[in-house]
């Protein structure tokens, strides 16, 4: 099947009280446990690749492992850019065949961010590809000081309406209180749900997108430090808050950080378990299956299993 746009799965996914899965990939294994999992939970799903994912295993490489993804499935799979950081690196992957991307231009001031959008949508646009734009900024756990910081972090509805008519960008990655990495919270998670209603409001119909969604499960928080992590007060999104998020206009959830620690943790135990073990097989073998797990369990989560 050939590799299709984040269009027609947001269409779907829109009001059907589910959102598409978008895994970050980097290597071979991370998109065979992907795929596989994806194929047994009958779900389309969106394999998307950084810049940093780009630069460690090359365009070349990636697109060829996607290839063969879709050679050898059915499954409908969209090729995308996460947090594409310039013009010219969105124009790269739109010409090398990527089928969605993002241009993140949440730091700049508003004026600027929707100039850069806008000259990303005005090449994507007449080539097939939508694009994904970000308004606020996902903070950190040391930025979270006070409700008024928040006020200024998090994404305004009214501000939201007008960025994307100007911007003309198809998704809307949005700020509520989700962040990168596996330090989310200090004390307890909280997702500004008011604020993600106010803005489905504004935008009716327009598809949104849920950055910083993984949920850092506690088992695999413990199962690396049991084999010599150091991952001390690490906190996600609780599955349960995302199940809510998804009942409404987001489409899209990103999840990488899960994937990172369920291969690791089982990397970890390999090598603990085997010291003698130097066969990247014997290890890589487990690892490719947590994330086939982690994975088929995101979908559950999600609502996106038997989607397709
Ligand atoms: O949000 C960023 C993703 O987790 C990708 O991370 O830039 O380290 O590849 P990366
Ligand atoms: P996590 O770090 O929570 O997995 O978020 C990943 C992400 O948003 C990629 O763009
Ligand atoms: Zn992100």
């Keep these: 099947m050939p590799k299709i746009s984040t269009k027609p799965m947001f269409e779907k996914a829109y009001g059907g009280g589910y959102a598409i899965g978008a895994f970050n990939v980097n290597n071979m294994e991370i998109i065979q446990g992907i795929v596989e999992a994806a194929e047994e939970e009958k779900s389309p799903i969106i394999l998307q690749i950084s ?34 950081d310039s013009f010219e690196l969105c124009k790269s992957c739109i010409d090398g065949g990527f089928t969605s991307v993002m241009i993140d231009g949440s730091h700049l001031p508003f004026d600027e961010n929707i100039a850069l959008v ?90 949104l997108v849920l950055h910083g969604a993984s949920s850092v499960l506690q088992d695999f928080v413990d199962m690396c430090n049991k084999y010599g992590g150091k991952l001390p007060g690490a906190k996600g999104v609780p599955e349960d808050m995302i199940k809510r998020a998804v009942q409404g206009a987001v489409c899209k959830v990103n999840i990488d950080t899960d994937l990172r620690l369920a291969m690791t943790a089982s990397i970890r135990k390999a090598f603990a378990e085997d010291p003698a073990n130097f066969d990247p097989r014997k290890y890589l073998v487990p690892a490719r299956e947590a994330i086939k797990q982690m994975v088929k369990h995101k979908l559950r989560v999600l609502g996106v299993n038997g989607k397709i």
Excluded at 55 to 82: C, F, G, N, T, W
Excluded at 148 to 176: M, Q
């Design 51 to 84: 810049k940093g994912a780009r630069q460690y295993a090359r365009h070349e490489y990636l697109m060829k492992l996607i290839e063969a993804a879709l050679q050898i499935s059915d499954l409908p799979i969209a090729v995308h850019l996460d947090h594409g």
């Design 118 to 207: 806008k000259k990303v949508v005005d090449y994507a646009h007449p080539r097939g590809v939508p694009v994904e734009a970000e308004l606020g900024r996902l903070a950190g756990v040391e930025e979270h000081v006070s409700v008024s910081d928040l006020d200024a972090i998090y994404t305004n509805p009214r501000e939201a309406k007008e960025y994307v008519e100007r911007t003309g960008c198809d998704s809307l990655a949005v700020a509520i209180g989700t962040s990168h990495g596996a330090y989310k919270f200090k004390t307890e998670p909280k997702l500004d749900f008011e604020r993600l209603k106010q803005i489905e409001e504004a935008l009716p119909g327009f598809p």
